[in-house]
């Protein structure tokens, strides 16, 4: 065994441990695992400030990135597995409206705040800041909402399906800033219909692999189902699920959004073969890998906080202003829901996770240079992180807390 491999399986064996006995804590403690794992690689990010760096080996090793990304594929593609396209669309114009109003209010916030408080930064500056309050994180609250036995509820489906369409204007909003900053550079100009085009993309992708997977779908399992070899049932349904979220990546789209996808057009009628013979639903299969490897997403997200980031003197007050605005921006969402039925302070509640897309949105402004300088520069992008953090943290319980309202005025328990 290379020294290499040891070192990383001993590293993950402490992630899964704490993750488990942290996310156990916290259960015990009423809330959701996920805000135990997420405080686990916290913790341990910042061990090295005591001398002690166990994550190091897991921050200079690519492969840990990559299982942790294969988590949050696994948590998607199960969420997607738990939701139905008729659901979907069912919401479809009430998520457009949430997921419009959800980018345009944190934005114009954002812009107030970091011009208000950093008035020399550059307009494409501001806009990167903005752009990341604008970032919906689904994995966070699909993971909440999966824990507590939520996923079908409409107010679920509302959120789930605006945050996918929070990816696709998320990635127009970069590509405009990402232009601007190119054309002020002297680099390249930036042009409409190269925008236009990351939308029609993103459109086509979508409605391609709903229609298409629906109808090959059914054909692949019923195909897989005459082979005798364990394990066929998952593995098919994997394989739909990685290739979906890979072409998703090619088409200039997150991966998740083909993960969700692949898990909405997997309906239990394709699979009513491999069931007749014994083997288990899909939803149990997937199960036993989802439970290790999207915890270790969480914990990656964790590890990936420096405290050390609030020793700026201007970061703080910085933070705390975007905070405010993040969080009230997204409140807004909830005047897209116009059925007086549906819980709109749920909508909003759920759309205030930033994680890893705000992160993924900073750290390309971060690595853009104008006239010599980073876009965002690094007291900047602290602030931003701890936004990222505290909208992360926050979220879990809130949403636990709108549900537990819900329960009390409809009588219709939620089972964690």
């Not at 590293?11 to 704490?18: E, F, G, I």
């Not at 909402?145 to 509820?153: E, F, H, I, N, S």
């Not at 980073?374 to 953090?389: E, H, N, Q």
Request: proline share 4%; net charge neutral; charged share 15%.
């Amino acid at each position: 065994m290379t020294s290499s491999l040891g070192t990383m399986l001993v590293a993950l064996t402490v992630l899964l441990v704490a993750a488990k006995a942290m996310g156990e804590l916290f259960e015990r403690l009423g809330q959701p695992a996920v805000i135990g794992e997420l405080l686990v690689g916290i913790v341990l990010g910042n061990l090295r400030l005591a001398g002690i760096d166990i994550a190091e080996p897991l921050r200079a090793a690519p492969v840990f990135e990559a299982v942790a990304g294969i988590g949050l594929v696994l948590l998607l593609f199960e969420v997607g597995l738990e939701s139905s396209v008729g659901q979907m669309l069912g919401v479809g114009r009430t998520a457009f409206r949430v997921a419009t109003l959800g980018v345009i209010a944190p934005m114009t916030l954002g812009c107030l705040v970091v011009h208000s408080c950093r008035p020399e930064l550059p307009l494409a500056g501001v806009l990167f800041v903005a752009a990341t309050l604008a970032a919906t994180s689904v994995g966070i609250t699909a993971r909440v909402y999966k824990d507590l036995g939520a996923v079908d509820r409409i107010e679920s489906r509302i959120v789930l399906g605006a945050a996918v369409i929070d990816d696709v204007l998320g990635l127009v909003v970069l590509a405009t800033v990402q232009g601007m900053v190119a054309a002020a550079a002297g680099h390249a100009g930036l042009h409409v219909g190269e925008l236009a085009l990351v939308v029609v993309k993103a459109l086509v992708f979508l409605a391609g692999a709903i229609v298409l997977g629906s109808r090959i779908a059914p054909r692949l399992f019923r195909a897989a189902s005459f082979l005798r070899v364990r394990g066929m049932l998952l593995v098919t349904a994997l394989a739909i699920c990685f290739l979906t979220s890979w072409l998703a990546g090619a088409a200039g789209l997150a991966p998740i959004v083909g993960a969700f996808a692949a898990g909405l057009v997997l309906d239990e009628v394709h699979f009513k073969d491999f069931v007749s013979q014994g083997t288990r639903t899909l939803a149990d299969e997937v199960r036993p890998l989802s439970t290790v490897l999207v915890p270790l997403f969480f914990v990656h997200m964790g590890l990936a906080f420096d405290v050390r980031v609030l020793a700026h003197s201007d970061v703080p007050g910085l933070a705390a202003l975007l905070c405010t605005a993040a969080i009230v921006g997204k409140q807004v969402c909830g005047l897209g829901v116009t059925d007086p039925a549906i819980d709109r302070l749920a909508i909003g509640v759920g759309m205030i996770p930033r994680g890893e897309v705000g992160l993924i949105i900073a750290d390309a402004g971060r690595r853009m240079t104008l006239d010599g300088h980073p876009v965002i520069d690094d007291a900047i992008f602290s602030a931003v992180v701890i936004v990222v953090l505290v909208t992360t943290l926050i979220a879990p319980p809130l949403v636990k807390k709108t549900l537990q309202r819900q329960q009390e005025k409809t009588a219709c328990p939620i089972h964690p």
